[in-house]
């Protein structure tokens, strides 16, 4: 954002609205939006602290302090929802984060332009795709007759019914998330690659450096902020792992791993009705997010000095 | 990946050369070999799963569940097209997606205008507030349950602006805009004032006519977005006929796990899930037909709307 302006410099409020209200009336119905879609919401999760009655005031009916916190700190279920919170998105970061880049320098280092291009052009592609489509896919995929389990039976395995398994849903969400997102996401840094001074390789190749310590040296501190700032947005959404995609592929069977937050709420708050109790989580998981990312910022501009804002 | 890399640089002794030099070195050769094939299985992956879908939807149940169908189909029929293009319900559906997402971007493509338009002006005061206002909604929401409450209350349910109004803006969309508007030449508006146009009509006829690129490329952002969005439709839509395609997708499936698990898993689930499988499999590829049909004529405006962005970030 830019900096302050000198208070001196500033146009008084009055002269501003004679001058510029046309501009300002074309931001009214924008505001709008926001006030009410996005700031009305967080003012709703008053609720988290209120008796809600379905049908009566969005604000809730009476106040109940922090009677719903403390029922899901007690919850067992809370607690493993939690947990498979954090091992989803730590599993997330740890693969769709650093594969982007390495996906990236090997397509730098292609020298024909069809095959390059043609690779970007296929990569780029699940991207687009419905999250639906996606999971649909999965599932057709891991059926019991389907590609993979035909491979188990090349082998000479048996076939397994891996979606009804608790223990591989987090091998099957993790690797198609890496399917859908590891192409589109070279695409900043191919366009950081792209600025990456040429004499540095000129100099470092003087120096003796080989191809290997060249990108070691050249290639990956060139891209740095941009892996810093892709990082801090990582991070921010590590507490809203895949929630769309969970609720697609999982069942009663893989709750044991797949259930997170965010569905382990929906379940309880708009399936069961409980919505104070449900958006006293949401609370929960939106702060614990904000306090991610504005940490993650705030440990990056001390130390390689690359921030959000 | 890397370590291959390594161990192909390893070789060489030498000071090598960069690709642009004179001459590789041997052990540069053997990587480019490593890489390409590399590359290829990246290609072969990504690909794979589509193909088979195709393959599935052509065949003959008895194969798929044989478990005998990866890339070619046997036992060529199309009679699961059939069976799903008779369907009324699927193309209701069709319909409604086509619907949704004509509205929804119209609405979202109008309102992001105006905003990014009004943000871009660096002599507005109290312009800080307002970028502030849109991008700290990025890093902080109100959640599911109170947008859900508030969608409810404010009586949306079973109606098109339940998918159009809570998504209007995107943030991310906003800011690509914002970038693009605070590149033109500021002379170009300062002539339109000179002209007496005013606010409106230099928006109108001199920036948006310049700016029909970006214009175009926040339209399929957007359009994108609300063709494969489904869980606003899911969660707001309780009539049958209101449902996109994706919602009567994601309705397949779950028909088909829900059978996996009351027919016992595995074998003796029999028919039902198989039959569903060929069906789901036309499904998909029916959905995905019109994605495919444009992908290679939209990709660019991606890529270049994804690097706008990022300099503003």
């Avoid at chain 1, 594969?99 to 592609?125: D, G, H, T, W």
């Avoid at chain 2, 159009?164 to 803006?169: K, T, Y």
Wanted: proline share 5%; with cysteine.
């Amino acid at each position: 954002m830019a900096a302050p302006t000198p208070r001196s410099r500033r146009t008084p409020w009055l002269r501003a609205l004679r001058r510029d209200w046309q501009l300002y009336s074309l931001a009214v119905l924008p505001l709008l939006f926001f006030l009410t879609f996005r700031y009305l919401p967080m003012l709703g999760n008053v609720i988290a602290f209120r008796r809600f009655q379905p049908g009566g005031s969005l604000f809730g009916e009476y106040w109940t302090g922090l009677r719903y916190f403390r029922l899901f700190f007690t919850d067992p279920t809370f607690w493993s929802v939690f947990t498979n919170t954090l091992v989803l998105g730590a599993l997330t970061l740890v693969f769709c984060f650093p594969l982007p880049i390495v996906l990236a320098l090997l397509l730098n280092e292609v020298r024909n332009r069809a095959l390059k291009r043609f690779v970007q052009s296929v990569s780029y592609l699940p991207h687009f795709l419905s999250i639906v489509i996606v999971a649909a896919m999965v599932l057709q995929l891991l059926s019991v007759d389907g590609t993979v389990n035909q491979m188990v039976r090349a082998v000479g395995g048996e076939p397994v019914a891996f979606m009804q398994q608790a223990g591989w849903f987090r091998t099957i969400y993790v690797s198609s998330e890496v399917w859908q997102t590891v192409g589109w996401g070279t695409i900043l840094y191919l366009a950081a690659l792209t600025t990456v001074d040429g004499d540095l390789y000129e100099a470092a190749r003087i120096d003796g450096a080989n191809r290997w310590r060249q990108t070691w040296h050249v290639t990956l501190p060139g891209i740095r902020p941009t892996m810093v700032t892709l990082l801090i947005l990582n991070i921010g959404t590590f507490m809203a792992v895949g929630f769309e995609k969970i609720l697609l592929l999982y069942n009663p069977l893989t709750y044991p791993t797949a259930d997170v937050i965010s569905t382990y709420l929906y379940r309880v708050g708009i399936v069961s009705g409980n919505l104070s109790y449900a958006a006293a989580i949401g609370l929960f998981e939106s702060v614990i997010g904000l306090t991610l990312v504005l940490s993650a910022n705030a440990i990056s501009r001390r130390t390689v000095g690359t921030s959000l804002w | 990946m890397v370590s291959t890399q390594a161990r192909a640089q390893a070789r060489t002794r030498k000071p090598v050369a960069r690709p642009r030099g004179p001459r590789p070195t041997r052990g540069y050769r053997v990587f480019q070999v490593v890489n390409a094939l590399v590359l290829t299985g990246v290609v072969v992956v990504t690909l794979y799963p589509f193909l088979t879908i195709v393959a599935r939807s052509l065949s003959d149940n008895a194969y798929i569940v044989a478990g005998e169908v990866n890339l070619v189909p046997r036992g060529f029929n199309l009679t699961a097209y059939r069976v799903v293009t008779s369907d009324p319900t699927f193309w209701v559906s069709y319909r409604n997606t086509v619907f949704y997402t004509v509205v929804a971007t119209l609405v979202s493509v109008v309102l992001t205008t105006c905003y990014a338009y009004v943000l871009s002006k660096k002599h507005l005061r109290g312009r800080t507030a307002l970028v502030g206002i849109a991008v700290f909604t990025m890093f902080f929401t109100g959640g599911l349950i109170p947008n859900y409450v508030l969608v409810t209350s404010l009586g949306l349910k079973n109606t098109v602006w339940a998918i159009a109004l809570p998504n209007a803006i995107n943030v991310f969309n906003l800011l690509v805009m914002k970038a693009f508007f605070e590149s033109l030449p500021v002379e170009l508006e300062e002539a339109a004032a000179v002209d007496g146009l005013n606010t409106y009509g230099t928006l109108l006829r001199i920036v948006l006519p310049l700016s029909k690129a970006m214009v175009a490329t926040m339209v399929l952002f957007y359009a994108v977005s609300f063709w494969n969005s489904w869980f606003a439709a899911f969660l707001y839509m309780d009539r049958q006929d209101l449902l996109p395609v994706t919602v009567y997708l994601r309705n397949l499936i779950a028909g088909a796990t829900d059978a996996t698990q009351t027919g016992g898993g595995l074998g003796s689930a029999g028919d039902v899930v198989q039959s569903a499988a060929t069906i789901q499999s036309v499904t998909i590829v029916l959905t995905i037909l019109p994605i495919l049909a444009v992908y290679p004529f939209i990709q660019r405006y991606f890529v270049s709307g994804i690097m706008l962005g990022a300099v503003k970030g």
